[in-house]
């Protein structure tokens, strides 16, 4: 395993679920051969102290990966990547990831007094300027 607990890391102050974080570093890994299939993921108990979270939300982002069919976990060996992921399994986690955050967004804003009309203009604004790359660096997420 080339990526050791210590290599992830959560932004407690993003509006993006701890697990959801998680999920998107492994699936990260995965795309830039940090992870292979064989590695062995470190355990939820090992994962939460590094991270210094709590065990489930480690355990809601490994389960959503094994639920995708990228990790297998074998009781006593312990949490692997799958030897072959399947491509559309991997594309429906990241869809569900993105979904979870797009809900958690569109509360927020409704939170802060925005009509969905309000936010349904800028949306398209900005999805167009996205689109045409326009979108200028301080616009974008580090």
């Known amino acids: 395993m080339n990526v050791k607990p210590q290599d992830y890391s959560l ?10 974080q998680l999920v998107e570093q492994v699936l990260q890994y995965l795309s830039t051969g940090g992870l292979r299939p064989g590695d062995q993921l470190p355990t939820v108990r090992q994962m939460a102290a590094e991270l210094r979270v709590n065990f489930n939300t480690v355990a809601r982002a490994y389960r959503m ?11 006593g ?5 799958v030897d072959q992921p399947v491509a559309d399994k991997t ?3 990241k869809r569900d990831a993105l979904e979870v955050q797009l809900e958690h967004f569109l509360v927020l804003l409704e939170h802060q007094g925005y009509s969905p009309a309000e936010v349904e203009l800028s949306w398209q604004k900005m999805l167009a300027a996205w689109q ?9 997420i580090d």
């Open 11 to 20: 932004d407690f102050r993003s509006s993006v679920p701890l697990y959801v």
């Open 65 to 75: 990966l094994d639920e995708a069919g990228l990790i297998s976990t074998q009781q």
């Open 77 to 81: 060996r312990g949490t692997f990547i």
């Open 91 to 93: 594309a429906v986690l």
């Open 132 to 140: 045409s790359g326009r979108l200028t660096r301080e616009q974008q």
